[in-house]
């Protein structure tokens, strides 16, 4: 394949395209990339067009990469053409009239979200990779975070988006209006496909007004069953302005409120749930009071325990904290990571059920549960003293039966990857996978983008 490096390179430049040495400072990740041909980053969708017309003619896999944040190995790049669009990461256009903002793929989430904060206008997708996460990486993982529960996930934020098609036809949707109704949605095709149906260029995404307002609160709870009535009710009290609804289990937060972790314990520890409550809304002074009153009234029934209200943004920003240390969880390792989603009332069942097995087989194992519970979402890290290919594959079976049993989702918002596919069937029917290998067949029949990610 030294003659499509050549190619590529004299298509975009020599400084464009990475090999050898050159790809170790680049291949940077959150899980194995492995050793790619070559890291093509091209500069413009013309170019990418070019890289995938030259790619698709030798029959060569290409591999898009993000800000390589994943969980899944959905990047893992070994022999292939990795695509990169890290030079293609600015803001096209922000429109305050209508409320929208262009970007290219390469754009970071947190420079979207500051670029719309500028312009009094907010891009309210949050999670912990908000500095190296691309735009382009959240669409094609349907990324999730931390308020979906008010917003949506990626695909409610975004309008329209140019993609380019394995055989480098550009598809240029980039609808601005919320209302389209003429024929196929488009963008949907490409939004959570995990780069296996095209290469996402720029997106249209949808933008809400700036809060005026923030108030944040951790709450104590000491039953699983009030939880959801707590998150019922302030949905009902805070009139449509809750944001976030973030349970940490006991462990977890115990974890992120003693050394070395920075943060300190806001609540005594004791309470098997701790739950982080954010309201944004349009005046502080009168979400503020609102937002006392509902947490009071939840203090007086007894469906809190305790809880504590930050007093400033400095507060707000201290609470989140806690729950953003993820990192934490390495003084177990060696961990997995799973990302699952289940209806609220399985939930106890569900950790439970999991944790006693981990227990059987391991009576040193730790479970490390934590959350967007509010949308049916939990974060599971397991450490179970041995990080080889058996005790994960026991563990997956553990975590994936007492999952399947529920029909809940292997993944909630990380996607499949490499690491999941062998369990889609788990959560997906026979059809639905037929349809997904149609799909991938009509738009991709060399299979040259991404392949084996979501099934082999």
């Known amino acids: 394949m030294n003659d499509l490096v050549e190619s590529l390179k004299a298509l975009l430049g020599g400084g464009a395209v990475l090999e050898g040495a050159e790809i170790a400072p680049a291949a940077f990740g959150w899980g194995r990339l ?10 413009s969708t013309s170019e990418v067009s070019a890289v995938l017309r030259l790619c698709h003619e030798a029959r060569q896999a290409v591999v ?34 209508d409320a929208t903002m262009t970007v290219e793929a390469g754009c970071v989430l947190q420079h979207a979200c500051e670029t719309a904060d500028n312009s009094e206008l907010f891009f ?4 912990g990779a908000r500095g190296s996460a691309t735009i382009g990486g959240n669409i094609a993982t349907n990324a999730g975070g931390n308020r979906v529960i008010r917003y949506g996930m990626m695909r409610e934020l975004v309008l329209g988006l140019e993609a ?15 209302k389209n109704n003429a024929g196929y949605d488009l963008k949907q095709v490409f939004i959570g496909s995990e780069g296996t149906l ?42 449509g302005t809750l944001s976030a609804f973030e349970v940490m289990w006991e462990d977890f937060y115990r974890l992120v409120t003693t050394p070395p972790a920075q943060g300190l314990p806001p609540l005594p520890h004791g309470h098997p749930y701790y ?3 954010e309201a944004l809304g349009g005046d502080q002074a009168d979400d503020s009071a609102r937002f006392e ?16 209200i930050a007093k400033s943004k400095a507060e707000c920003g201290r609470l989140w904290s806690l ?7 390495v003084r177990n390792a060696p961990v997995f990571a799973f990302d699952v989603s289940l209806r609220i009332g399985e939930m106890e069942g569900f950790v439970g059920e999991v944790r006693e097995a981990l227990m059987r087989r391991s009576p040193v194992a730790t479970l490390m549960v934590f959350g967007h519970l509010g949308d049916g979402n939990l974060h599971l890290i397991p450490g179970v003293g041995s990080g080889d290919g058996e005790a994960r594959k026991a563990v997956e079976n553990i975590i994936y039966g007492a999952l399947k049993k529920r029909r809940g989702s292997i993944s909630a918002e990380h996607g499949i990857g490499l690491e999941k596919r062998e369990y889609l069937s788990n959560s997906r029917n026979p059809e639905e996978i037929a349809l997904m290998r149609t799909l991938k067949q009509a738009l991709d029949p060399r299979n040259i983008l991404n392949p084996g990610k979501i099934f082999a």
């Open 34 to 43: 492995g050793t790619p041909l070559a890291v093509v980053r091209p500069g």
């Open 64 to 97: 898009p990469w993000g800000g390589r944040t994943g969980l899944v190995e959905g990047t893992f790049a070994d022999g292939a053409i990795a695509l990169s669009l890290e030079r293609m990461n600015g803001i096209v256009e922000i429109n305050p009239e």
């Open 124 to 127: 309210p997708l949050d999670l």
């Open 164 to 178: 380019v098609l394995a055989d480098g036809t550009v598809v240029s949707s980039l609808n601005r209006l919320i």
């Open 198 to 239: 095209g290469i996402v260029t720029q997106a249209v995404l949808r933008l809400r007004p700036k809060p005026a307002s923030q108030n944040v609160a951790l709450l104590a709870v000491d039953c699983f069953d009030r939880l959801p009535r707590i998150l019922r009710n302030a949905e009902k009290g805070l009139s």
């Open 275 to 277: 739950v982080l409550v």
């Open 293 to 308: 009153r509902v947490l009071a009234a939840q203090l007086e029934t007894g469906q809190v325990a305790d809880a504590v």
């Open 323 to 329: 729950r953003d240390d993820v990192v934490q969880v």
